[in-house]
């Protein structure tokens, strides 16, 4: 439940109480009344809960949080609509407007109505209607009483300064719209982080405040701004690559931010291909909240890079209902870094680390495999030239090559192995091409070294993964190099399952094809057989776990079908499931590196209280 006496206390804490009461009386008032409808339905209370993830709060506590905010957040004050403009000022015609073509598409209707009435009459009527409206809504003073140093918005209104200048009058709030005015700032966007008296609000397309610049409107001023404000940019830039952003009352369909937003993740993705001692810590964090989400939205903006947030919402009779819900986030996320309710369900710590527990070993057999590239491609040309780096690689690898390691050429046809001590290498052999194996296929497509998902081995039904180096040669693909290791043999995630049971953790790591590497809560145990039929193997050398019981598993748990589903946003998901009315689980879900593997760490929550 909302709590107000709370949240005045914490608006209380946040404004210093320089401004007069009466400020912090019209924040409340505003609250009050968007919830007066429904503050005696307890039922109503619980559908406005929702799940801030626990590290976006922590970048919020600690000053790492920017808000982006689009024109969702000024709809409540009564600015008119884009489309009303147009019609109703600019006298464009509604066919325009009711274009499915163009419905999705402002910059090309200002540019329609540019041509229209002239671009001076379009820049005048939107600074004097724009800049007319000077009361601003809940949710904006809610966003100046977060106190982030670092602000965003595509919004030509006034209506966050005048909130700033209610809330935090103590606060020197400096306003840049083009790079005359980043080299005007007194202080480094550093030093104005780590101040208690300054903060900074980026309006990227200009400010009605400043009748002698251009509102970014049309397809033209786009052009010209984006690419002529460069250190404007370069500052946008170098935030989205390092920050938490959060986009509020924004739609996503501004064609240059979406191209930052793509920018950065392509420097942090081009980042994650260098070796790990010289890899940049930094990463962006990209969350958003989205009215209109379908089962599958959180899906398409994970394949964004974006983390999507479903705001409370509720069947109300009032006329906005998305600004009540954004003004009730808002709140929310007061109180939340406040109280600092989500510090005991913060997963993302234990998950970066148990991820390179996983991911560090495996990237190491890698380097293994390709500190023998030579050997092995020699191997290759000469099928005379000796194999004895083959027993060293065996030993090398350890753990990870539990079921052998195999030299094949550029039609999988097996030109070298080595088998673990126990196994019967007669029995191992084979003639047999592995061209088909998916692995392989991989390997011949994909090219750069990987560790492959899960499948059942042809020897002993055991589940299986491949550490594969794919070896090139002047005239391309030339075969592959790899180690074989059963699931259960591998004893590193076993660890890190116990670590996890001991806190009520679950621990699932699963493959591209949603079957789970280890069994989630220690379901069954891995144990040995005698491998081959008829070759009589030590069970101990084929410890693992039966691919048909891990399969069966995998298809019935549902919190591993739920992560199967999964698609991870750069390099975290926070996510919740329902379960049932009154049980969720909330998931933090990372990918492992030279996999296509996901781990996941999952807290079941009873009480949604503690969002």
Same mark, same amino acid.
């Given at each position: 439940?909302?709590?107000?006496?709370?949240?005045?206390?914490?608006?209380?804490?946040?404004?210093?109480?320089?401004?007069?009461?009466?400020?912090?009386?019209?924040? =409340?008032?505003?609250?009050?009344?968007?919830?007066?409808?429904?503050?005696?339905?307890?039922?109503?209370?619980?559908?406005?809960?929702?799940?801030?993830?626990?590290?976006?709060?922590?970048?919020?506590?600690?000053?790492?949080?920017?808000?982006?905010?689009?024109?969702?957040?000024?709809?409540?004050?009564?600015?008119?609509?884009? %489309?009303? $403009?147009?019609?109703?000022?600019?006298?464009?015609?509604?066919?325009?407007?009711?274009?499915?073509? #163009?419905?999705?598409?402002?910059?090309?209707?200002?540019?329609?109505?540019?041509?229209?009435?002239?671009?001076?009459?379009?820049?005048?009527?939107?600074?004097?209607?724009?800049?007319?409206?000077?009361?601003?809504?809940?949710?904006?003073?809610? *966003?100046?009483? #977060?106190?982030?140093?670092?602000?965003?918005?595509?919004?030509?209104?006034? +209506?966050?300064?005048?909130?700033?200048? $209610?809330?935090?009058?103590?606060?020197?709030?400096?306003?840049?719209?083009?790079?005359?005015?980043?080299?005007? =700032?007194?202080?480094?966007?550093?030093?104005?982080? %780590?101040?208690?008296?300054?903060?900074?609000?980026?309006?990227?397309?200009?400010?009605?405040?400043?009748?002698?610049?251009?509102?970014?409107?049309?397809?033209?001023?786009?052009?010209?701004?984006?690419?002529?404000?460069?250190?404007?940019?370069?500052?946008?830039?170098?935030?989205?690559?390092?920050?938490?952003?959060?986009?509020?009352?924004?739609?996503?369909?501004?064609?240059?931010?979406?191209?930052?937003?793509?920018?950065?993740?392509?420097?942090?993705?081009?980042?994650?291909?260098?070796?790990?001692?010289?890899? !940049?810590?930094?990463?962006?964090?990209?969350?958003?909240?989205?009215?209109?989400?379908?089962?599958?939205?959180?899906?398409?903006?994970?394949?964004?890079?974006?983390?999507? +947030? +479903?705001?409370?919402?509720?069947?109300?009779?009032?006329?906005?209902?998305?600004?009540?819900?954004?003004?009730?986030?808002?709140?929310?996320?007061?109180?939340?870094?406040?109280?600092?309710?989500?510090?005991?369900?913060? *997963?993302?710590?234990? =998950?970066?680390?148990?991820?390179?527990?996983?991911?560090?070993?495996?990237?190491?057999?890698? !380097?293994?495999?390709?500190?023998?590239?030579?050997?092995?491609?020699?191997? +290759?040309?000469?099928?005379?030239?000796?194999?004895?780096?083959?027993?060293? =690689?065996?030993?090398?690898?350890?753990?990870?090559?539990?079921?052998?390691?195999?030299?094949?050429?550029?039609?999988?046809?097996?030109?070298?192995?080595?088998?673990?001590?126990?196994?019967?290498?007669?029995?191992?052999?084979?003639?047999?091409?592995?061209?088909?194996?998916?692995?392989?296929?991989?390997?011949?497509?994909?090219?750069?070294?990987?560790?492959?998902?899960?499948?059942?081995?042809?020897?002993?039904?055991?589940?299986?993964?491949?550490?594969?180096?794919? #070896?090139?040669?002047?005239?391309?693909?030339?075969?592959?190099?790899?180690?074989?290791?059963?699931?259960?043999?591998?004893?590193?995630?076993?660890?890190?399952?116990?670590?996890?049971?001991?806190?009520? *953790? !679950?621990?699932?790591?699963?493959?591209?094809?949603?079957?789970?590497?280890?069994?989630? %809560?220690?379901?069954?145990?891995?144990?040995?057989?005698?491998?081959?039929?008829?070759?009589?193997?030590?069970?101990?050398?084929?410890?693992?776990?039966?691919?048909?019981?891990?399969?069966?598993?995998?298809?019935?748990?549902?919190?591993?079908?739920?992560?199967?589903?999964?698609?991870?946003?750069?390099?975290?998901?926070?996510?919740?499931?329902?379960?049932?009315?009154?049980?969720?689980?909330?998931?933090?879900?990372?990918?492992?590196?030279?996999?296509?593997?996901?781990?996941? #760490?999952?807290?079941?929550?009873?009480?949604?209280?503690?969002?």
């Amino acid at each position: 439940m909302l709590d107000l006496s709370a949240l005045r206390t914490a608006l209380d804490a946040n404004t210093g109480f320089v401004v007069d009461s009466q400020v912090l009386d019209y924040v =409340l008032e505003s609250i009050n009344k968007d919830l007066a409808p429904i503050e005696n339905d307890a039922d109503a209370w619980r559908k406005f809960s929702m799940l801030w993830p626990p590290r976006l709060v922590h970048a919020y506590r600690n000053r790492h949080l920017i808000p982006f905010f689009g024109s969702g957040v000024s709809i409540a004050a009564g600015l008119p609509s884009w %489309n009303s $403009l147009l019609v109703d000022n600019f006298g464009l015609s509604s066919e325009f407007i009711e274009d499915k073509e #163009l419905q999705n598409d402002p910059l090309t209707l200002a540019e329609l109505a540019a041509q229209h009435v002239g671009i001076d009459k379009l820049q005048n009527t939107l600074h004097t209607r724009y800049g007319s409206v000077k009361k601003p809504t809940s949710t904006h003073v809610l *966003l100046c009483s #977060l106190r982030c140093p670092i602000y965003i918005t595509t919004n030509y209104d006034v +209506l966050f300064e005048e909130a700033w200048k $209610l809330l935090n009058t103590g606060i020197k709030l400096h306003v840049v719209t083009n790079d005359l005015w980043v080299d005007g =700032l007194p202080n480094s966007v550093a030093q104005i982080r %780590n101040s208690n008296d300054q903060a900074l609000l980026i309006k990227i397309h200009g400010s009605t405040d400043r009748p002698d610049e251009q509102l970014v409107l049309t397809r033209r001023d786009y052009r010209h701004h984006y690419r002529s404000n460069t250190k404007l940019f370069s500052l946008l830039g170098d935030l989205l690559s390092k920050e938490h952003v959060l986009f509020l009352g924004f739609s996503h369909r501004d064609p240059e931010v979406s191209r930052l937003v793509e920018n950065a993740i392509f420097e942090y993705e081009k980042e994650q291909l260098k070796p790990t001692v010289s890899r !940049s810590n930094d990463r962006p964090h990209f969350y958003s909240l989205q009215f209109n989400m379908m089962s599958h939205s959180p899906e398409v903006y994970a394949a964004r890079g974006l983390v999507a +947030l +479903l705001p409370p919402t509720l069947k109300r009779t009032a006329v906005d209902s998305r600004s009540t819900a954004l003004s009730l986030s808002m709140a929310e996320l007061v109180l939340a870094g406040d109280q600092d309710t989500h510090s005991k369900i913060r *997963l993302d710590d234990k =998950l970066r680390e148990f991820a390179d527990q996983v991911g560090h070993p495996l990237e190491m057999a890698l !380097s293994v495999l390709e500190g023998f590239k030579n050997s092995a491609l020699t191997k +290759l040309s000469d099928s005379t030239s000796s194999d004895a780096w083959m027993d060293k =690689l065996l030993v090398d690898l350890k753990e990870l090559a539990s079921q052998g390691v195999w030299l094949l050429n550029d039609a999988g046809v097996v030109q070298s192995y080595r088998v673990a001590a126990g196994q019967d290498s007669s029995k191992r052999g084979t003639k047999k091409s592995f061209s088909e194996r998916p692995y392989f296929r991989q390997a011949k497509t994909y090219r750069k070294p990987f560790v492959s998902d899960t499948t059942m081995s042809t020897f002993n039904r055991n589940s299986t993964f491949f550490i594969c180096f794919p #070896l090139m040669s002047a005239n391309g693909f030339a075969g592959l190099l790899f180690a074989a290791c059963q699931s259960g043999t591998w004893q590193v995630p076993f660890h890190i399952a116990k670590e996890c049971w001991k806190d009520d *953790l !679950s621990f699932v790591l699963i493959d591209s094809n949603g079957i789970v590497i280890v069994p989630p %809560n220690d379901e069954f145990s891995s144990s040995g057989n005698t491998g081959p039929e008829g070759a009589n193997e030590d069970p101990l050398s084929n410890i693992g776990y039966s691919f048909e019981n891990i399969l069966s598993l995998s298809r019935r748990d549902f919190l591993v079908s739920h992560v199967a589903r999964n698609i991870v946003p750069l390099s975290q998901d926070d996510d919740i499931a329902t379960v049932s009315s009154d049980l969720r689980i909330y998931s933090a879900i990372t990918e492992v590196r030279s996999t296509r593997w996901k781990l996941c #760490l999952s807290r079941t929550i009873v009480n949604l209280d503690i969002f």
